[in-house]
């Protein structure tokens, strides 16, 4: 329970290695946000944990371990919030920024593929707005995954 398989140090280096990964593979995949996972995304991200848990432990099962890349792990996630909050251009890059997806009641066919957004929540996020798709102005999908919809003047 108490001895490690492997010394302290490797802990903390398989953890930041799979934290970094992740937080790539992650941040390319698109921009849902928590609140909005279908079931398949959180089907994925309960899979995701499965399968990088041993790369993370190296085989220990040990209670030590495991602390030490839970430790890990919030610690880099503290570092990247903090990254993320003091510098513009990495908020940019670790979080993105607002995407224009429509313009004038007309939403771009193109670039709502590219960002994997459907109808339905095309349809939801003007409901939300309380906007007709004619009475539309413009829409951004937000960096949050949020969609924005500002009603005409």
């Known amino acids: 329970m108490f001895d490690m398989d492997l010394p302290w140090w490797e802990f903390i280096v398989r953890g930041a290695v ?3 990964a992740l937080l790539v593979m992650v941040r390319l995949s698109g921009r849902r946000t928590v609140g909005q996972f279908t ?3 959180l089907i994925v991200m309960l899979l995701l ?3 990088v848990s041993n790369s993370m432990t190296g085989g220990d099962n040990s209670l030590g371990g ?3 890349i839970a ?3 919030l610690a880099l996630n503290t570092a990247v919030a903090m990254l993320s909050a003091n510098s513009r251009a990495m908020a940019k890059v670790l979080d993105g920024s607002a995407v224009l997806i429509g313009r004038d009641g007309q939403f ?3 670039i709502v593929r590219r960002c994997h957004i459907t109808e ?3 349809e939801q996020a003007l409901r939300a707005a309380d906007c ?3 009475d539309m102005q413009t829409a951004f999908l937000e960096a949050d995954g949020d969609i924005t919809i500002q009603k005409k003047k």
């Open 49 to 51: 944990s499965e399968a």
């Open 66 to 68: 495991g602390l030490i």
């Open 108 to 110: 771009f066919d193109k």
């Open 18 to 20: 799979v934290y970094l």
């Open 71 to 73: 430790a890990t792990l």
């Open 132 to 134: 007709a798709r004619q």
């Open 39 to 41: 079931p398949f995304d």
């Open 120 to 122: 339905a929540d095309l």
